[in-house]
């Protein structure tokens, strides 16, 4: 054979190889029972929700509220810079901004409910 065969074959070997050894079965239960992975789907779900439930509420929405916040002072300075230069006032970016913050700032009122948590 070529040595180039050879390459080929080895290397299709080794691949083989490494997908046998890492090809690990997963089972839901404990060995013996059934395996209800709806069952074990839904208890992790239920043991990380207020996990979930803290992280969203003490990090992403501060994150978000901070984010609106800083862009509608900025939008509104910006605004007013543009309203003594040419004597206009355009609200639609600022009043979209605004409206955007006040629901992010009350979403963690309602949002769970809604995803029925």
């Known amino acids: 054979m070529k040595l180039k ?15 046998s050894v890492m090809s690990v079965t997963a089972f839901a239960a404990e060995t ?3 395996g209800d ?4 789907v839904e208890d992790t ?3 990380a929700k207020g996990q979930i439930k ?3 509420n003490n990090v992403i929405f501060p994150i978000i509220d901070l984010i609106l916040a ?4 900025v939008k509104v300075a910006t605004a007013y810079l543009d309203y003594r230069k040419h004597g206009q006032f355009e609200w ?12 992010s700032l009350t ?11």
Do not use: H, S
């Not at 992975?37 to 074990?40: S, T």
């Not at 979403?107 to 948590?117: A, K, R, S, V």
């Open 107 to 117: 979403c963690p009122l309602y949002i769970w409910n809604i995803l029925g948590m």
């Open 70 to 73: 800083v862009l509608f002072f």
């Open 37 to 40: 992975v709806a069952g074990a």
């Open 5 to 19: 065969t050879k390459r080929i074959l080895f290397a299709l070997l080794a691949v083989v190889m490494l997908l």
């Open 32 to 34: 013996g029972t059934t």
């Open 92 to 103: 639609t970016a600022p009043a979209i901004l605004l409206a955007t913050l006040i629901f």
């Open 45 to 47: 779900w239920d043991a």
């Open 54 to 56: 803290q992280v969203v």
